[in-house]
Structure formats: structure tokens, C-alpha cells
């Protein structure tokens, strides 16, 4: 049978299957997985022969756990519900009882899976999704693989998502690639990383690669640098004992943005085969070239937000939030210079940031080109003459628009930026999605395109960790160094002005 790819867009049902969500008493149950599946079918996108497990410590039955989805589902779903819709998916759950680390749960588990098998027809198609913590990763999978519950069989497959974060640094990432591989083979694997679920991410390598327009001058030649920023205005709410052993190189920039600079700056794959696409991104993060320390300090820059104001109100320093040290040294802010180490993009600076309690939640990748060689309207004020720009909207508002020049109405030369773009809105009423959908449907039909390779969280960690080994050896003196509602520390401007730029933000 021929696959769907991500890029190719789904045109029809998921394969049948039983999807197993252990930690399904959780938050990324509720908000996130049970409304995505919930769109699945709505669009007419999953399989009749369906049925969802939710594995918990808890004891309860089946009618509990459909109640208990039911009234998460009333409140945290995309759009509105069609309770005919909704009766069939809720007849389709079930729940099982037991702790993780108990070989007996999974005893039983196989034994409610051949019953839902049989019930809703799904051929023993299984995947598992892994909605724990992650030091529970490897050994909720070894235990599978003890119960025989990976084992795949004539047509049958079986496939596990597994959440982020994918290890502390490159040692432990190895460690536990390591660990699953002895139970799974790759392409049972699936690292889910959500940013790469959002429209506009997947649309980034339709817009290079089926435009010829853009091809020609995504090189060296005509882009100045390429800035790639994740702001949030939240702080850690109620994150704060996990936080702390992150911070935001972790939690963020070491996979999300890692990947979306990867697509940005790989070269044409072959075809949109899953493999052919994660070689060429597997290429560019071995392309940068681990800094030393005396360049980390040179080319990168940690911030922590103190008190401020966001959005009008008070908010407390990351000291001050629940579950943080009064000491804490973890940084909520990073930003750094990298170099793609290769003939197309030698020389280009690659700007990344990321922070929390920033003045605006934004999520951006702008594309600088060049100044033209011959600055014929020189004459004209230096804020009327900056360059050409492509800035990709993520979130919150998905688009893409392209800065040009051109002449204001009137009897003198006078310049003005102006915008060709499009909104996904232009495509008419959409229904808000979770950015789950695509990835659940993918990972349903075996299309690996949207997700991790070992190679890939490997090469990832290779850049990220002597970074972080820096970092920990000496610890910043000038904690909280940017106010909560602000753009981030002083020393993140002088990273990218003593090179002669300055950070875009999207205001006019």
C-alpha cells in the first residue's frame, strides 16, 4: 500500500488501531490528545475500527473513565461537539489500572487489548503514547517488550510515541536510544515533537520546494542571517519542579528550534519519502559545529526574568514562582549565534531566542536578505532603506508575509515597507486545532516524516551540550537580569548589534 506523507496532506481514514495512553489521567490527555482525536473523526480522519486504552494508577472502570473523558472533553475541545460523534468515540474507551513499574498491569493490559481487538475490529494494530515523565521512558517500554506487547506479527504493527524531553544531554539521549532500541526497532519509534505539527512549520518545505521563486536565493549569496525566535508571556506556572532541572535551552531551543532551523536551512530531499526528508535535516545539525567554550561565552547569552509587568499586570520573578529555589540559577531565557557549517549557507549567521515573560507571545522565522549593491536611494532616511525580509508567523497567528520597498504616493521619492502575505485565515473559517491532529494521524498510517530520528536527538544534544556543560561551570552572577513584560536581557541586543543587526520583533 502507498503511504501518505505529511506533505502529501491526508486523504483518507487512519489505519485501524488502539491507541494506549499511559498517564491518561493528565493534562496533555485532557487538553491535547483526546480533543485532537476527537478532530480526527470529526473530519472523518480515523478509522471506524478504533479504540482508545487509558492506562493510570488509579483505580476505576470503564464507565468512570468514559464520564471522566466526557466532561474533559465538554471543556477543552477545539470546536463544537456532535454528541452522535462523540457517543461512538466514547464507547470505544476503555481504561486499565495499574502501576508502570508493575509487570502484572501489562499482564492485563494484553489481555483488554485482544478484547478491544476483537470488539472494534482493529487487525491488533496498537500504538502506545507515552503521556509520563520521562524517567519512566524506558522502563515502560522494556516491560512492553517483556509482556510481548511490541511484538508485531503478520500485518499487525505496533508503534510508541514517546514525549519529549528525549534524555538531559548527549550521554543520557544515548543512554536511553540505547535502552528502547533493544526493545523497539526504529521504525516502531516515535519521537513527537508538537511544534512540528503546526500548519505553518509543515508549510515551510512547500513553500521552498514547490515555488521555484525562492530556490535560487536560499543561499549564502543573497540572505544576510536568519533569526528564529519562540517568545512566551507566561512564566513557569505550576511547572516549576520540572523547570528547574530544564530551563529553556532543554525545554525549548535544543529540540523544537534545533528542528525548525533544520528545515529552514536543509537542502532538497530527494522526495518527500520519511527518511530522504530526516537525512537532509540530520545533515544540517551536523553541519554546526559544536562551539568551545571560549566561544559559547562570545556567542551566547542566558537570562532569568525578575518582577515586572505583563500585559498590564504585576508578575512575580522566577525566583519568586512556585516550586523555584529563591536561588535558582536556571535560565528562562537564551539566545545564541550559530553557523551551518557548509557551501550553501557558510558565513550566515543563524540567530536563535527564546524566553518566558516576554512582551509578546510570539513564535517567528524571519529570512534577511541582503542589502541591494547599490543603495540608489541613499538620500533617503536609513529606516526607509532596510532590507527585504520573509517572516513565517508559527503562533500565535499562522502566515507568511514577504517586506518589500516601494514608493509612497506623491511628487517626491519616498520609500515604504510593504507586505505581500497570506494568513491561514485566508483560506477561510478553520476549526482551532490542538497541533496534535497531523501527528497522531501520521504516526496511525506510519509516516515517520514529522518525527525524530536517534540520529537526529543525538546530533541535537551534540550542539547543546557543551553549551550547557559551560554554562554549568560558571554560574551567572547578574540573576534575575531582565524584567518579566520585556524583550529579554541587555546582552541579548549587544549579541546581535555588535554584528552590526538588530532583532526583529514584528513591530513597525
Same mark, same amino acid.
Given at each position: 500500500?502507498?503511504?501518505?506523507? &505529511?506533505?502529501?496532506?491526508? $486523504?483518507?481514514?487512519?489505519? %485501524?488501531?488502539?491507541?494506549?495512553?499511559?498517564?491518561?489521567?493528565?493534562?496533555?490527555?485532557?487538553?491535547?490528545?483526546?480533543? &485532537?482525536?476527537?478532530?480526527?473523526?470529526?473530519?472523518?480522519?480515523?478509522?471506524?475500527?478504533?479504540?482508545?486504552?487509558?492506562?493510570?494508577?488509579?483505580?476505576?472502570?470503564?464507565?468512570?473513565?468514559?464520564?471522566?473523558?466526557?466532561?474533559?472533553?465538554?471543556?477543552?475541545?477545539?470546536?463544537?461537539?456532535?454528541?452522535?460523534?462523540?457517543?461512538?468515540?466514547? $464507547?470505544?474507551?476503555?481504561?486499565? /489500572?495499574?502501576?508502570?513499574?508493575?509487570?502484572?498491569?501489562?499482564?492485563?493490559?494484553?489481555?483488554?487489548?485482544?478484547?478491544?481487538?476483537?470488539?472494534?475490529?482493529?487487525?491488533?494494530?496498537?500504538?502506545?503514547?507515552?503521556?509520563?515523565?520521562?524517567?519512566?521512558?524506558?522502563?515502560?517500554?522494556?516491560?512492553?517488550?517483556?509482556?510481548?506487547?511490541?511484538?508485531? +506479527?503478520?500485518?499487525?504493527?505496533?508503534?510508541?510515541?514517546?514525549?519529549?524531553?528525549?534524555?538531559?544531554?548527549?550521554?543520557?539521549?544515548?543512554?536511553?536510544?540505547?535502552?528502547?532500541?533493544?526493545?523497539?526497532?526504529?521504525?516502531?519509534?516515535?519521537?513527537?515533537?508538537?511544534?512540528?505539527?503546526? +500548519?505553518?512549520?509543515?508549510?515551510?518545505?512547500?513553500?521552498?520546494?514547490?515555488?521555484?521563486?525562492?530556490?535560487?536565493?536560499?543561499?549564502?549569496?543573497?540572505?544576510?542571517?536568519?533569526?528564529?525566535?519562540? /517568545?512566551?508571556?507566561?512564566?513557569?506556572?505550576?511547572?516549576?519542579?520540572?523547570?528547574?532541572?530544564?530551563?529553556?535551552?532543554?525545554?525549548?531551543?535544543?529540540?523544537?528550534?534545533?528542528?525548525?532551523?533544520?528545515?529552514?536551512?536543509? $537542502?532538497?530531499?530527494?522526495?518527500?519519502?520519511?527518511?530522504?526528508?530526516?537525512?537532509?535535516?540530520?545533515?544540517?545539525?551536523?553541519?554546526?559545529?559544536?562551539?568551545? %567554550?571560549?566561544?559559547?561565552?562570545?556567542?551566547?547569552?542566558?537570562?532569568?526574568?525578575?518582577?515586572?509587568?505583563?500585559?498590564?499586570?504585576?508578575?512575580?520573578?522566577?525566583?519568586? $514562582?512556585?516550586?523555584?529555589?529563591?536561588?535558582?540559577?536556571?535560565?528562562?531565557?537564551?539566545?545564541?549565534?550559530?553557523?551551518?557549517?557548509?557551501?550553501?549557507?557558510?558565513?550566515? %549567521?543563524?540567530?536563535?531566542?527564546?524566553?518566558?515573560?516576554?512582551?509578546?507571545?510570539?513564535?517567528?522565522?524571519?529570512?534577511?536578505?541582503?542589502?541591494?549593491?547599490?543603495?540608489?536611494?541613499?538620500?533617503?532616511?536609513?529606516?526607509?532603506?532596510?532590507?527585504?525580509?520573509?517572516?513565517?508567523?508559527?503562533?500565535?497567528?499562522?502566515?507568511?508575509?514577504?517586506?518589500?520597498?516601494?514608493?509612497? %504616493?506623491?511628487?517626491?521619492?519616498?520609500?515604504?515597507?510593504?507586505?505581500?502575505?497570506?494568513?491561514?485565515?485566508?483560506?477561510?473559517? @478553520?476549526?482551532? &486545532?490542538?497541533?496534535?491532529?497531523?501527528?497522531?494521524?501520521?504516526?496511525?498510517?506510519?509516516? @515517520?516524516?514529522?518525527?525524530?530520528?536517534?540520529?537526529?536527538? +543525538?546530533?541535537?544534544?551534540?550542539?547543546?551540550?557543551?553549551?550547557?556543560?559551560?554554562?554549568?561551570?560558571?554560574?551567572?552572577?547578574?540573576?534575575?537580569?531582565?524584567?518579566?513584560?520585556?524583550?529579554?536581557?541587555?546582552?541579548?541586543?549587544?549579541?546581535?548589534?555588535?554584528?552590526?543587526?538588530?532583532?526583529?520583533?514584528?513591530?513597525?
Amino acid at each position: 500500500m502507498a503511504q501518505t506523507h &505529511a506533505l502529501a496532506g491526508p $486523504e483518507r481514514p487512519s489505519n %485501524p488501531c488502539t491507541v494506549v495512553i499511559f498517564g491518561a489521567a493528565g493534562d496533555l490527555t485532557r487538553r491535547k490528545l483526546l480533543p &485532537a482525536l476527537y478532530n480526527l473523526k470529526a473530519n472523518g480522519l480515523l478509522a471506524r475500527e478504533f479504540a482508545i486504552v487509558g492506562v493510570t494508577r488509579k483505580e476505576k472502570g470503564h464507565e468512570q473513565f468514559r464520564e471522566e473523558q466526557s466532561k474533559d472533553l465538554h471543556e477543552f475541545a477545539t470546536r463544537p461537539l456532535e454528541e452522535a460523534l462523540w457517543s461512538e468515540l466514547r $464507547e470505544a474507551l476503555y481504561y486499565q /489500572a495499574g502501576e508502570f513499574t508493575d509487570q502484572a498491569t501489562y499482564t492485563r493490559l494484553a489481555v483488554l487489548l485482544t478484547e478491544a481487538s476483537q470488539r472494534h475490529h482493529t487487525g491488533g494494530n496498537v500504538l502506545f503514547y507515552l503521556a509520563v515523565p520521562p524517567n519512566l521512558f524506558a522502563e515502560i517500554i522494556r516491560r512492553l517488550g517483556e509482556a510481548g506487547l511490541v511484538r508485531q +506479527e503478520g500485518e499487525s504493527w505496533r508503534r510508541v510515541i514517546i514525549e519529549k524531553p528525549f534524555g538531559r544531554d548527549l550521554d543520557s539521549a544515548r543512554a536511553l536510544n540505547a535502552a528502547i532500541g533493544a526493545v523497539l526497532t526504529e521504525d516502531q519509534i516515535y519521537r513527537i515533537d508538537h511544534y512540528l505539527g503546526k +500548519e505553518t512549520v509543515q508549510n515551510i518545505l512547500v513553500f521552498r520546494f514547490a515555488n521555484g521563486v525562492f530556490e535560487p536565493i536560499w543561499n549564502r549569496r543573497y540572505i544576510d542571517h536568519v533569526q528564529l525566535m519562540v /517568545a512566551e508571556t507566561v512564566g513557569v506556572e505550576d511547572r516549576g519542579n520540572y523547570y528547574e532541572t530544564a530551563g529553556v535551552l532543554r525545554d525549548v531551543i535544543q529540540n523544537h528550534m534545533f528542528q525548525l532551523l533544520a528545515l529552514v536551512a536543509m $537542502e532538497p530531499p530527494i522526495s518527500f519519502e520519511a527518511d530522504a526528508v530526516r537525512d537532509e535535516k540530520v545533515k544540517v545539525l551536523h553541519a554546526i559545529r559544536p562551539m568551545r %567554550p571560549e566561544e559559547i561565552l562570545r556567542r551566547t547569552v542566558r537570562g532569568q526574568y525578575g518582577e515586572g509587568d505583563v500585559g498590564g499586570k504585576k508578575a512575580v520573578g522566577y525566583r519568586g $514562582e512556585p516550586k523555584v529555589s529563591p536561588t535558582s540559577t536556571t535560565e528562562t531565557y537564551a539566545a545564541m549565534k550559530l553557523y551551518v557549517e557548509n557551501w550553501r549557507w557558510a558565513g550566515v %549567521p543563524f540567530y536563535l531566542r527564546s524566553g518566558k515573560r516576554l512582551a509578546r507571545r510570539n513564535t517567528q522565522i524571519v529570512i534577511q536578505f541582503r542589502q541591494p549593491p547599490l543603495l540608489l536611494f541613499e538620500q533617503s532616511a536609513i529606516d526607509e532603506i532596510e532590507p527585504n525580509r520573509l517572516v513565517m508567523h508559527i503562533q500565535p497567528d499562522e502566515g507568511i508575509e514577504i517586506q518589500m520597498k516601494a514608493k509612497r %504616493p506623491g511628487p517626491t521619492v519616498r520609500l515604504e515597507t510593504v507586505k505581500l502575505d497570506f494568513s491561514y485565515k485566508d483560506f477561510g473559517e @478553520t476549526t482551532a &486545532a490542538t497541533g496534535y491532529e497531523r501527528l497522531l494521524y501520521d504516526s496511525m498510517i506510519g509516516d @515517520t516524516t514529522l518525527f525524530h530520528r536517534a540520529d537526529m536527538v +543525538e546530533a541535537a544534544w551534540k550542539i547543546a551540550t557543551p553549551i550547557l556543560d559551560a554554562w554549568r561551570s560558571v554560574p551567572p552572577r547578574d540573576f534575575p537580569n531582565y524584567p518579566a513584560g520585556s524583550w529579554g536581557p541587555a546582552s541579548a541586543d549587544q549579541l546581535i548589534q555588535q554584528d552590526g543587526r538588530r532583532w526583529f520583533n514584528g513591530d513597525k
